[in-house]
Protein backbone atom coordinates (compact mmCIF):
# COMPACT_ATOMS: atom_id res chain seq x y z
CA UNK A 1 0.00 0.00 0.00
CA UNK A 2 1.19 3.42 -0.69
CA UNK A 3 1.82 5.84 1.59
CA UNK A 4 0.83 9.34 1.54
CA UNK A 5 3.12 12.34 0.07
CA UNK A 6 6.31 12.61 3.09
CA UNK A 7 6.37 16.19 4.48
CA UNK A 8 7.75 18.55 2.49
CA UNK A 9 6.06 16.71 -1.01
CA UNK A 10 3.78 20.02 -1.12
CA UNK A 11 6.52 22.62 -1.51
CA UNK A 12 6.47 21.59 -5.24
CA UNK A 13 3.39 21.96 -6.59
CA UNK A 14 1.77 21.57 -9.77
CA UNK A 15 -0.65 22.69 -12.61
CA UNK A 16 -2.63 24.49 -14.76
CA UNK A 17 -4.99 24.90 -17.25
CA UNK A 18 -6.55 27.95 -19.08
CA UNK A 19 -8.69 28.85 -22.15
CA UNK A 20 -11.26 31.83 -23.05
CA UNK A 21 -12.12 32.10 -26.20
CA UNK A 22 -13.34 35.48 -28.22
CA UNK A 23 -16.67 34.59 -29.45
CA UNK A 24 -19.50 37.21 -30.35
CA UNK A 25 -17.75 39.77 -28.27
CA UNK A 26 -17.20 37.41 -24.84
CA UNK A 27 -14.52 35.90 -23.85
CA UNK A 28 -15.80 31.86 -24.35
CA UNK A 29 -14.36 29.06 -22.30
CA UNK A 30 -14.28 25.65 -24.54
CA UNK A 31 -13.56 22.23 -22.90
CA UNK A 32 -11.18 22.59 -20.19
CA UNK A 33 -10.19 18.99 -21.33
CA UNK A 34 -8.87 17.93 -24.30
CA UNK A 35 -12.44 16.07 -25.37
CA UNK A 36 -11.38 15.86 -29.22
CA UNK A 37 -8.20 14.50 -28.17
CA UNK A 38 -9.63 11.74 -26.13
CA UNK A 39 -10.20 8.18 -26.99
CA UNK A 40 -11.97 5.18 -25.44
CA UNK A 41 -9.40 3.24 -23.54
CA UNK A 42 -10.83 0.67 -22.75
CA UNK A 43 -8.54 -1.98 -23.42
CA UNK A 44 -6.03 -0.23 -21.41
CA UNK A 45 -6.13 -2.98 -18.35
CA UNK A 46 -3.78 -1.15 -16.14
CA UNK A 47 -6.03 -0.58 -12.67
CA UNK A 48 -5.89 2.75 -10.65
CA UNK A 49 -5.41 2.03 -6.50
CA UNK A 50 -6.03 3.84 -3.73
CA UNK A 51 -4.94 4.43 -0.57
CA UNK A 52 -6.68 5.79 2.50
CA UNK A 53 -4.04 7.21 4.07
CA UNK A 54 -2.56 11.21 4.22
CA UNK A 55 -0.37 13.26 6.03
CA UNK A 56 -1.90 16.66 6.46
CA UNK A 57 1.03 18.55 7.32
CA UNK A 58 2.93 19.23 4.02
CA UNK A 59 -0.52 20.65 2.75
CA UNK A 60 -0.57 23.15 5.93
CA UNK A 61 3.43 23.54 5.24
CA UNK A 62 2.18 24.62 1.55
CA UNK A 63 -0.58 27.06 2.25
CA UNK A 64 2.01 28.55 4.72
CA UNK A 65 4.51 28.96 2.01
CA UNK A 66 2.57 29.76 -1.06
CA UNK A 67 -0.41 31.71 0.14
CA UNK A 68 0.12 35.41 1.31
CA UNK A 69 -0.05 34.82 5.74
CA UNK A 70 -1.92 37.79 5.65
CA UNK A 71 -5.07 35.56 3.98
CA UNK A 72 -6.93 33.83 6.89
CA UNK A 73 -7.60 30.83 5.02
CA UNK A 74 -8.84 29.19 8.28
CA UNK A 75 -11.45 31.21 9.98
CA UNK A 76 -14.47 29.96 7.25
CA UNK A 77 -16.53 26.99 7.81
CA UNK A 78 -16.70 26.50 4.25
CA UNK A 79 -12.98 24.02 4.89
CA UNK A 80 -15.05 21.60 6.44
CA UNK A 81 -16.68 20.98 3.04
CA UNK A 82 -13.81 18.91 2.34
CA UNK A 83 -14.61 16.12 4.35
CA UNK A 84 -17.79 15.50 2.36
CA UNK A 85 -15.82 12.97 0.54
CA UNK A 86 -15.37 11.06 3.68
CA UNK A 87 -17.78 7.46 3.70
CA UNK A 88 -17.12 7.48 8.08
CA UNK A 89 -18.85 11.15 8.48
CA UNK A 90 -21.59 11.14 5.88
CA UNK A 91 -24.44 9.74 5.50
CA UNK A 92 -25.42 6.74 3.37
CA UNK A 93 -27.05 8.96 0.31
CA UNK A 94 -26.24 12.18 -0.28
CA UNK A 95 -28.43 14.67 -1.95
CA UNK A 96 -26.75 16.38 -3.95
CA UNK A 97 -28.40 19.39 -3.83
CA UNK A 98 -27.08 19.86 -0.22
CA UNK A 99 -23.05 19.48 -1.32
CA UNK A 100 -21.94 22.65 -1.06
CA UNK A 101 -19.80 24.72 -3.88
CA UNK A 102 -16.40 24.78 -3.76
CA UNK A 103 -15.27 28.42 -2.08
CA UNK A 104 -12.30 30.55 -2.74
CA UNK A 105 -10.66 29.36 0.14
CA UNK A 106 -11.39 25.80 -0.10
CA UNK A 107 -10.17 26.24 -3.75
CA UNK A 108 -6.68 26.94 -2.62
CA UNK A 109 -6.44 23.91 -0.14
CA UNK A 110 -7.68 21.71 -3.18
CA UNK A 111 -5.04 22.82 -5.48
CA UNK A 112 -2.28 22.74 -3.36
CA UNK A 113 -3.18 19.61 -2.39
CA UNK A 114 -4.05 18.32 -5.95
CA UNK A 115 -0.85 20.14 -7.34
CA UNK A 116 1.99 18.44 -4.25
CA UNK A 117 0.09 14.80 -5.38
CA UNK A 118 0.57 14.92 -8.86
CA UNK A 119 4.54 16.09 -8.52
CA UNK A 120 5.03 13.51 -5.62
CA UNK A 121 3.51 10.65 -9.13
CA UNK A 122 5.77 11.95 -12.07
CA UNK A 123 8.78 12.08 -9.57
CA UNK A 124 8.78 8.21 -9.37
CA UNK A 125 8.37 7.65 -13.13
CA UNK A 126 11.60 6.64 -15.22
CA UNK A 127 12.79 7.60 -18.28
CA UNK A 128 11.30 4.34 -19.51
CA UNK A 129 8.03 5.61 -18.52
CA UNK A 130 7.52 9.29 -20.47
CA UNK A 131 7.27 8.02 -23.41
CA UNK A 132 4.40 6.05 -23.09
CA UNK A 133 0.77 6.82 -24.44
CA UNK A 134 -2.06 7.67 -22.44
CA UNK A 135 -5.92 8.33 -22.71
CA UNK A 136 -5.28 11.69 -24.50
CA UNK A 137 -4.65 10.27 -27.88
CA UNK A 138 -2.13 12.82 -28.96
CA UNK A 139 -0.27 12.93 -25.59
CA UNK A 140 2.45 10.78 -23.88
CA UNK A 141 3.36 11.01 -20.39
CA UNK A 142 6.33 13.62 -21.21
CA UNK A 143 3.46 15.89 -23.03
CA UNK A 144 1.00 15.58 -20.13
CA UNK A 145 4.06 16.97 -17.79
CA UNK A 146 5.26 19.88 -20.12
CA UNK A 147 1.49 20.85 -20.14
CA UNK A 148 1.68 21.49 -16.87
CA UNK A 149 4.57 23.68 -16.74
CA UNK A 150 3.59 25.69 -19.97
CA UNK A 151 -0.10 25.94 -18.54
CA UNK A 152 0.66 26.42 -14.94
CA UNK A 153 2.92 29.86 -16.26
CA UNK A 154 -0.61 30.85 -17.60
CA UNK A 155 -2.41 30.39 -14.41
CA UNK A 156 0.71 32.39 -12.28
CA UNK A 157 0.13 35.59 -14.44
CA UNK A 158 -3.00 36.80 -15.83
CA UNK A 159 -1.19 38.75 -18.54
CA UNK A 160 0.68 35.78 -19.72
CA UNK A 161 -2.89 33.33 -19.74
CA UNK A 162 -4.22 35.66 -21.96
CA UNK A 163 -1.04 35.79 -24.41
CA UNK A 164 -1.28 32.30 -24.10
CA UNK A 165 -5.18 32.05 -25.09
CA UNK A 166 -4.49 34.62 -28.17
CA UNK A 167 -1.54 32.61 -29.21
CA UNK A 168 -3.23 29.29 -28.85
CA UNK A 169 -6.15 30.58 -30.89
CA UNK A 170 -3.69 31.76 -34.24
CA UNK A 171 -2.75 28.34 -33.71
CA UNK A 172 -6.18 26.54 -33.72
CA UNK A 173 -6.86 27.06 -37.11
CA UNK A 174 -10.61 26.19 -37.39
CA UNK A 175 -10.14 23.53 -34.21
CA UNK A 176 -11.43 23.59 -30.72
CA UNK A 177 -9.21 26.84 -29.56
CA UNK A 178 -8.46 24.57 -26.67
CA UNK A 179 -5.94 22.03 -29.21
CA UNK A 180 -4.44 25.61 -30.06
CA UNK A 181 -3.63 26.38 -26.75
CA UNK A 182 -2.28 22.96 -26.07
CA UNK A 183 -0.24 23.12 -29.34
CA UNK A 184 1.23 26.32 -27.96
CA UNK A 185 2.08 25.26 -24.48
CA UNK A 186 4.06 22.44 -26.26
CA UNK A 187 5.52 24.23 -29.05
CA UNK A 188 7.07 26.52 -26.33
CA UNK A 189 9.06 23.83 -24.59
CA UNK A 190 9.42 21.61 -27.46
CA UNK A 191 12.74 21.05 -26.87
CA UNK A 192 12.14 20.02 -22.96
CA UNK A 193 12.73 16.52 -21.55
CA UNK A 194 10.31 15.26 -19.04
CA UNK A 195 13.16 15.44 -16.43
CA UNK A 196 13.46 19.71 -16.72
CA UNK A 197 9.36 19.66 -17.07
CA UNK A 198 8.88 17.50 -13.43
CA UNK A 199 12.65 19.83 -12.00
CA UNK A 200 10.48 23.35 -13.16
CA UNK A 201 7.06 22.15 -11.73
CA UNK A 202 7.85 23.10 -7.97
CA UNK A 203 8.41 26.55 -9.02
CA UNK A 204 5.19 26.90 -11.81
CA UNK A 205 2.92 25.42 -8.80
CA UNK A 206 3.62 27.69 -6.44
CA UNK A 207 3.27 30.91 -8.84
CA UNK A 208 0.06 29.02 -9.75
CA UNK A 209 -1.21 28.97 -6.50
CA UNK A 210 -0.51 32.17 -5.73
CA UNK A 211 -1.89 33.74 -9.32
CA UNK A 212 -5.02 31.63 -9.36
CA UNK A 213 -5.95 32.95 -5.77
CA UNK A 214 -5.26 36.41 -7.22
CA UNK A 215 -6.87 36.46 -10.65
CA UNK A 216 -8.22 40.08 -10.44
CA UNK A 217 -12.20 40.14 -9.64
CA UNK A 218 -13.57 41.50 -12.51
CA UNK A 219 -11.50 39.46 -14.76
CA UNK A 220 -13.30 36.40 -12.86
CA UNK A 221 -16.62 37.55 -13.78
CA UNK A 222 -16.06 36.96 -18.04
CA UNK A 223 -18.42 34.62 -19.10
CA UNK A 224 -16.90 31.41 -20.77
CA UNK A 225 -19.07 28.38 -22.22
CA UNK A 226 -18.22 24.85 -23.55
CA UNK A 227 -19.99 22.68 -26.34
CA UNK A 228 -22.78 20.28 -24.09
CA UNK A 229 -21.40 21.88 -20.79
CA UNK A 230 -22.86 25.66 -20.90
CA UNK A 231 -21.54 28.59 -19.59
CA UNK A 232 -19.43 29.61 -16.78
CA UNK A 233 -17.41 32.77 -15.26
CA UNK A 234 -13.30 32.44 -15.48
CA UNK A 235 -13.58 32.03 -11.82
CA UNK A 236 -14.96 29.39 -11.82
CA UNK A 237 -12.50 27.97 -14.24
CA UNK A 238 -9.58 29.24 -11.83
CA UNK A 239 -11.09 27.88 -8.18
CA UNK A 240 -12.82 24.40 -9.47
CA UNK A 241 -12.01 23.36 -13.20
CA UNK A 242 -7.73 23.89 -13.28
CA UNK A 243 -7.76 21.46 -10.12
CA UNK A 244 -10.33 19.02 -11.98
CA UNK A 245 -7.80 19.15 -14.75
CA UNK A 246 -4.59 18.34 -13.08
CA UNK A 247 -6.59 15.57 -11.31
CA UNK A 248 -7.92 13.97 -14.47
CA UNK A 249 -3.90 14.02 -15.45
CA UNK A 250 -2.89 12.43 -12.26
CA UNK A 251 -5.19 9.78 -13.37
CA UNK A 252 -4.20 9.36 -17.38
CA UNK A 253 -0.24 8.99 -15.93
CA UNK A 254 -1.13 6.42 -13.20
CA UNK A 255 -3.09 4.41 -15.63
CA UNK A 256 -0.57 4.93 -18.72
CA UNK A 257 2.45 3.95 -16.20
CA UNK A 258 0.71 1.10 -14.03
CA UNK A 259 1.50 3.85 -11.50
CA UNK A 260 -0.34 3.57 -7.66
CA UNK A 261 -2.48 6.40 -7.75
CA UNK A 262 -3.32 7.44 -3.92
CA UNK A 263 -6.97 8.89 -3.38
CA UNK A 264 -7.90 9.83 -0.10
CA UNK A 265 -12.09 10.53 1.21
CA UNK A 266 -11.18 14.12 1.81
CA UNK A 267 -9.05 15.72 -0.83
CA UNK A 268 -9.95 13.22 -4.14
CA UNK A 269 -13.93 12.77 -2.10
CA UNK A 270 -14.64 16.27 -2.44
CA UNK A 271 -13.27 16.76 -5.62
CA UNK A 272 -15.62 13.80 -6.73
CA UNK A 273 -18.09 15.13 -5.00
CA UNK A 274 -18.02 18.31 -6.41
CA UNK A 275 -18.05 16.86 -10.00
CA UNK A 276 -21.36 14.75 -8.99
CA UNK A 277 -23.30 18.04 -8.35
CA UNK A 278 -21.92 19.60 -10.94
CA UNK A 279 -22.89 16.92 -13.57
CA UNK A 280 -26.38 16.78 -11.84
CA UNK A 281 -26.80 20.13 -12.19
CA UNK A 282 -26.27 19.86 -16.12
CA UNK A 283 -28.61 16.82 -16.51
CA UNK A 284 -31.61 18.00 -14.54
CA UNK A 285 -32.56 14.65 -14.18
CA UNK A 286 -33.55 12.14 -11.13
CA UNK A 287 -30.84 9.28 -10.34
CA UNK A 288 -29.46 7.13 -8.15
CA UNK A 289 -25.31 7.01 -7.99
CA UNK A 290 -23.42 4.58 -6.42
CA UNK A 291 -19.58 4.98 -6.56
CA UNK A 292 -17.14 2.54 -5.37
CA UNK A 293 -13.38 2.91 -4.20
CA UNK A 294 -12.41 5.23 -1.16
CA UNK A 295 -13.07 8.49 -3.19
CA UNK A 296 -16.24 7.65 -3.68
CA UNK A 297 -19.76 7.45 -2.07
CA UNK A 298 -23.56 7.43 -2.71
CA UNK A 299 -25.60 10.33 -4.55
CA UNK A 300 -29.20 10.79 -5.41
CA UNK A 301 -31.17 13.89 -7.44
CA UNK A 302 -35.05 13.27 -6.88
CA UNK A 303 -36.58 9.83 -6.78
CA UNK A 304 -37.20 6.53 -9.10
CA UNK A 305 -34.19 7.84 -11.92
CA UNK A 306 -31.57 5.82 -13.49
CA UNK A 307 -29.19 3.78 -11.49
CA UNK A 308 -25.54 4.15 -11.48
CA UNK A 309 -23.03 1.39 -10.38
CA UNK A 310 -19.13 1.94 -10.79
CA UNK A 311 -16.03 2.67 -9.82
CA UNK A 312 -15.54 6.33 -8.61
CA UNK A 313 -12.71 6.97 -10.80
CA UNK A 314 -14.06 5.40 -13.96
CA UNK A 315 -17.05 7.59 -13.76
CA UNK A 316 -15.06 11.19 -13.64
CA UNK A 317 -12.64 9.30 -16.70
CA UNK A 318 -16.80 8.87 -18.25
CA UNK A 319 -17.97 11.84 -17.80
CA UNK A 320 -14.74 13.37 -19.30
CA UNK A 321 -14.91 12.10 -22.36
CA UNK A 322 -12.15 9.13 -22.06
CA UNK A 323 -14.77 7.07 -22.25
CA UNK A 324 -17.63 6.88 -23.98
CA UNK A 325 -20.89 7.13 -21.83
CA UNK A 326 -24.56 6.73 -22.63
CA UNK A 327 -27.48 7.79 -21.08
CA UNK A 328 -26.96 10.53 -18.14
CA UNK A 329 -23.22 9.40 -18.73
CA UNK A 330 -23.01 10.77 -21.61
CA UNK A 331 -23.56 14.30 -19.71
CA UNK A 332 -19.82 15.96 -19.23
CA UNK A 333 -18.63 18.36 -17.44
CA UNK A 334 -15.71 20.42 -17.62
CA UNK A 335 -12.08 19.41 -17.19
Known amino acids: MSEAPPAGAADDLTRGWPLPVKQGGHFARNRVAKTREIRNCGENDRRVHSAPTRNPQWEETAMAKYVNPQEDLTATGSMTAVSIGATSTRPTTIDVNTIPAISRDESTQLAITEYA ?15 KPTDCT ?12 GAGEGHARWPEFFRQVIMGMR ?3 GRDPVDGLNDFHLRERADWTAERAIAELPDVQARAVRGRRRFPAPLRLIPGSSPGVGRFSL ?23 GREMILTSDHDGRIIADVVSDWARHHGRPFQLNLSGSAGGSYRQGSEGQEISMDAVEFCRTISGREKGTGLLAQRVAW
Open 117 to 131: SFTDLVRQLGSDDFG
Open 171 to 173: LAK
Open 138 to 149: EWDVRTIIVHQV
Open 235 to 257: GFLFDVVLTRDTWMHRVDISRAT
